[in-house]
């Protein structure tokens, strides 16, 4: 059973920083892609940013590009997203996904993990 977890939210300032991880387990995962995503009260989910496990290959939506790093632990399983320069517009609820690398549609989803940046 794939289970995604993911930690490291909270408050913060705004132009402060917080590392979110995402530990996964019940496969392997090396034809996978990770992705983080995040929802705002009252707003759809949207696409934070992606990796591929095995090549390493990353993507950002435009608005975090240059601020946040995603990246990956294959010994420990983990995919991080590390987010710096923080904005009020970044508050929501930053969900941890992995697909195959093969489909466009993500299936695994972990149970999200609140940030909010105050002004």
């Known amino acids: 059973q794939v289970q995604l977890v993911e930690s490291g939210g909270g408050l913060v300032q705004a132009g402060g920083s917080l590392r979110l991880s995402c530990a996964a387990s019940g496969r392997t995962f090396s034809n996978y892609v990770m992705g983080w995503f995040r929802q705002a009260p009252g707003k759809e989910r949207e696409f934070v940013a992606s990796?591929?496990?095995?090549?390493?290959?990353?993507l950002y939506r435009d608005s975090v590009k240059g601020r946040s790093t995603i990246s990956r632990d294959s010994a420990k399983n983990t995919v991080y997203l590390q987010m710096n320069s923080l904005k009020p517009e970044d508050t929501g609820v930053y969900y941890c996904?992995?697909?195959?690398?093969?489909?466009?549609?993500?299936?695994?989803w972990g149970q999200g993990t609140q940030v909010t940046v105050s002004s």
């Open positions: 990796i591929s496990w095995s090549g390493g290959s990353t």
């Open positions: 996904a992995a697909r195959n690398k093969f489909q466009a549609k993500y299936d695994y």
